[in-house]
């Protein structure tokens, strides 16, 4: 290529001149014709729907919608032909930065930063991260806690635990990946240890996990055992290593309560006793993930897989706590292999197919109503009668529908919070009738398990406090979930004081909660995995709550309707139909669970101190609002106000010797008075010392409960 000229270049900068010309001219034209789009819509160049009253963009925007006149036409097409003609790069460059800056609101409202709607319903919140990263819909009943900040508490610390290993398993973890069934049936225990933890299994896991068919595995148990090494059945090195997780994690629990001295092992355990329980469940962990992987469990699960995983998912987590991810894909998988659909049978026996999948459900149930987001199944999923498993002569399996029939009114619920639109109050009545039922089906339910003969008594009470825990807990959210919608402003004859309603059930729940802890120990104490999640946390707060708000009130359980069972027993030494019985219950309660608290997640065991501490807020309350000085006068001073915080009355008392005013006999007597006691920087200094952060929030976390303008206010007393 030759080089260019320098009779060239005057050629080419004639041509840019030609075509710059061309362009300013086709910018100093003009315009007369009418702009029917909005300002914002064309200055953006969108589609506008041209609603002189405002479009749409507008209006989802929050932002005023402005129209041009024709003057505005014609200014607006003069200007630009000045700024162009002044070529003014600073005015330019401002004019993009205002362009850019509208653009990046616009998108940091309506994707990054999304804003609700005003028909969006307000049973969640959007929570933003700090950077504006991403936003989030979280419930605001995220349960077993309403109040945003326990919520986000509870998740936040979830990871940053750093001995979690003796409250939840990390179903997340890294797994080493073996090459052959060779490997797996390696990890296999020899035969006693195997046979120990099987019988662990049966006598203690088992009755509450009825999904194991005994005969047919303990008769492959056996086949195993007389030629293990040339055994290659997949399915049952599923089953098998998923027993043996689950009596690890029972056996763990064990020996730290025995560390604690809250526990003693039999003599025919000390031979075995002293295995690592947690080297060994991760072992079988780790062959149960193998195992998924040589099963090809995405796209053709067994049910043996399906039995496997929903034993480890349900005895080693937390109630299915921090589990969502898992038990979706146990949902997938029990879908996948058709446990949802019906089949014909031809015997008389309850299908072990239903049973499997009943609690499927109930475990896909039990983890959203933990975290508050709705649940993977529902009951049209379903083609199967549950309610042939009433029909069953096992207690275990009548204990299972029990739990079954809580579980839907807490599934239907969860979704209506969940909803984009707000439920109506037609909505609200029917939930309300099904919960109405469930109390009915699930009375019935109790009384055929207590009539049961092969089991003592406490035995059966044991399970029934199970049943009627999940009762309380209905109410609970039913009760959040009306309030939350203004049911206070429906006239429904069927709530005569919505605020002790509320207190009454938390005040069941409360003594459940207890009992199923008292009665675990007395008849079963070796399953311990099972009762030690008796954390009634947020009846709790409500409880403590209503006597902060209405300490001379008295609420007992001779107010229940008689439908309201609730069970008793005489190891809880407790009059319920005489005084006032809430803080009764409450000391019973922290006193039962404190030595729980290493068995819990470090976010659960903040919530219970931070219980305590309430307790002991109000206790102190109580004692100083009974003093002279309140009997004289219900109207606040500084000196109520010594009696209600006394371990901080030095600082108002100093304030009050260094004053220098006297005050008078009849200043003595008026309260109004007493105030003047104090100086202004003393005043503030007292103020400021009560502003302590910390001090009030337990009051603040419980008042989401029974604050008139609270979301969650429950009416008057």
């Given at each position: 290529m030759s080089p260019v000229s320098i009779e060239d270049t005057p050629l080419l900068t004639e041509a840019e001149e030609i075509r710059t010309h061309t362009v300013q001219a086709k910018r100093k034209i003009i315009r007369n014709r009418r702009i029917n789009s909005c300002k914002r819509c064309y200055g953006y160049k969108r589609k506008c729907d041209k609603n002189r009253s405002g479009c749409e963009r507008c209006r989802k925007a929050k932002v005023p919608c402005e129209y041009y006149t024709m003057d505005g036409i014609k200014g607006k097409n003069t200007s630009t032909t000045l700024e162009d003609h002044g070529n003014s790069s600073e005015d330019k460059t401002s004019s993009d930065e205002n362009h850019t800056k509208a653009l990046l609101s616009s998108t940091l409202n309506t994707e990054i930063n999304p804003q609700l709607r005003s028909t969006e319903n307000q049973n969640f919140t959007l929570i933003i991260s700090a950077t504006g990263?991403?936003?989030k819909f979280f419930p605001t009943c995220v349960f077993p806690y309403y109040e945003h900040q326990a919520n986000l508490t509870l998740l936040t610390s979830y990871n940053d635990a750093t001995e979690k290993s003796t409250a939840i398993f990390n179903f997340s973890q890294i797994i080493h990946p073996f090459n052959s069934i060779d490997d797996i049936r390696s990890k296999v225990p020899s035969h006693d240890i195997s046979d120990f933890l099987v019988d662990h299994f049966f006598n203690y896991v088992f009755p509450f996990v009825p999904i194991v068919d005994k005969s047919e595995f303990l008769y492959e148990y056996k086949k195993y055992w007389k030629h293990p090494l040339k055994f290659k059945d997949k399915n049952f090195f599923f089953v098998l290593f998923s027993i043996y997780f689950t009596s690890s994690t029972n056996l763990f629990l064990l020996k730290e309560l025995e560390s604690m001295r809250h526990f003693q092992r039999s003599s025919h355990d000390n031979l075995f006793f002293d295995l690592d329980f947690g080297v060994l469940r991760n072992?079988?962990?780790?062959?149960?993930?193998?195992?998924?992987?040589?099963?090809?469990?995405?796209?053709?699960?067994?049910i043996s897989l399906i039995i496997g995983l929903t034993l480890i998912y349900y005895v080693g987590s937390s109630n299915g706590f921090a589990t969502p991810i898992q038990v979706a894909n146990l949902v997938k998988y029990s879908q996948i292999f058709?446990?949802?659909?019906?089949?014909?049978?031809?015997?008389?026996?309850?299908?072990?197919?239903?049973?499997?999948?009943?609690?499927?459900?109930?475990?896909?149930?039990?983890?959203?109503?933990?975290?508050?987001?709705?649940?993977?199944?529902?009951?049209?999923?379903?083609?199967?009668?549950?309610?042939?498993?009433?029909?069953?002569?096992?207690?275990?399996?009548?204990?299972?529908?029990?739990?079954?029939?809580?579980?839907?009114?807490?599934?239907?619920?969860?979704?209506?919070?969940?909803?984009?639109?707000?439920?109506?109050?037609?909505?609200?009545?029917?939930?309300?009738?099904?919960?109405?039922?469930?109390?009915?089906?699930?009375?019935?339910?109790?009384?055929k398990i207590l009539n049961c003969d092969y089991r003592?008594?406490?035995?059966?009470?044991?399970?029934?406090?199970?049943?009627?825990?999940?009762?309380?807990?209905?109410?609970?959210?039913?009760?959040?979930?009306?309030?939350?919608?203004?049911?206070?402003?429906?006239?429904?004859?069927?709530?005569?004081?919505?605020?002790?309603?509320?207190?009454?059930?938390?005040?069941?729940?409360?003594?459940?909660?207890?009992?199923?802890?008292?009665?675990?120990?007395?008849?079963?104490?070796?399953?311990?995995?099972?009762?030690?999640?008796?954390?009634?946390?947020?009846?709790?707060?409500?409880?403590?709550?209503?006597?902060?708000?209405?300490?001379?009130?008295?609420?007992?359980?001779?107010?229940l309707y008689d439908e309201l069972e609730y069970t008793t027993s005489e190891f809880l030494d407790i009059d319920y139909t005489n005084g006032d019985l809430r803080m009764k219950l409450i000391d019973k309660s922290i006193e039962t669970l404190k030595y729980l608290v290493k068995f819990w997640?470090?976010?659960?065991?903040?919530?219970?101190?931070?219980?305590?501490?309430?307790?002991?807020?109000?206790?102190?309350?109580?004692?100083?609002?009974?003093?002279?000085?309140?009997?004289?006068?219900?109207?606040?001073?500084?000196?109520?106000?010594?009696?209600?915080?006394?371990?901080?009355?030095?600082?108002?008392?100093?304030?009050?010797?260094?004053?220098?005013?006297?005050?008078?006999?009849?200043?003595?007597?008026?309260?109004?008075?007493?105030?003047?006691?104090?100086?202004?920087?003393?005043?503030?200094?007292?103020?400021?010392?009560?502003?302590?952060?910390?001090?009030?929030?337990?009051?603040?976390?419980?008042?989401?409960?029974?604050?008139?303008?609270?979301?969650?206010?429950?009416?008057?007393?």
């Open positions: 990263e991403y936003s072992t079988c962990f780790q062959c149960i993930e193998n195992l998924k992987h040589f099963l090809n469990s995405d796209s053709s699960p067994s058709g446990l949802h659909r019906s089949i014909i049978n031809g015997s008389d026996s309850l299908p072990m197919r239903d049973i499997i999948y009943s609690f499927v459900w109930y475990l896909d149930g039990l983890s959203a109503y933990y975290s508050g987001f709705p649940p993977n199944m529902f009951s049209e999923f379903f083609q199967c009668e549950h309610s042939s498993l009433l029909q069953s002569d096992d207690i275990n399996i009548i204990f299972l529908y029990g739990r079954l029939q809580n579980m839907k009114v807490w599934n239907k619920i969860l979704s209506e919070f969940n909803k984009i639109n707000k439920t109506d109050k037609d909505c609200i009545e029917d939930i309300e009738e099904m919960y109405l039922n469930s109390i009915a089906i699930v009375n019935l339910i109790n009384q003592n008594l406490n035995y059966r009470k044991w399970l029934v406090t199970e049943t009627r825990l999940g009762l309380r807990k209905s109410s609970l959210m039913f009760s959040a979930l009306r309030c939350s919608l203004s049911y206070k402003h429906f006239n429904n004859s069927n709530v005569d004081n919505i605020t002790s309603e509320l207190v009454l059930q938390s005040m069941l729940l409360v003594n459940e909660s207890i009992l199923k802890l008292k009665l675990g120990e007395q008849v079963m104490k070796e399953a311990f995995w099972f009762y030690r999640y008796a954390i009634p946390f947020q009846a709790m707060y409500i409880v403590l709550s209503h006597i902060q708000k209405f300490p001379d009130i008295s609420l007992n359980f001779s107010m997640h470090p976010a659960h065991a903040d919530r219970f101190e931070r219980i305590i501490k309430f307790r002991q807020f109000i206790r102190e309350k109580d004692e100083s609002m009974h003093t002279e000085e309140r009997q004289r006068s219900q109207a606040p001073s500084i000196i109520n106000m010594q009696n209600y915080l006394n371990k901080f009355n030095s600082v108002l008392q100093t304030a009050a010797s260094t004053s220098e005013y006297t005050p008078s006999t009849s200043d003595e007597t008026s309260p109004r008075h007493v105030e003047s006691k104090v100086s202004e920087k003393d005043m503030n200094n007292a103020i400021n010392f009560l502003d302590y952060p910390g001090l009030f929030d337990d009051t603040y976390e419980a008042y989401a409960f029974l604050d008139e303008g609270s979301k969650f206010w429950f009416g008057d007393i």
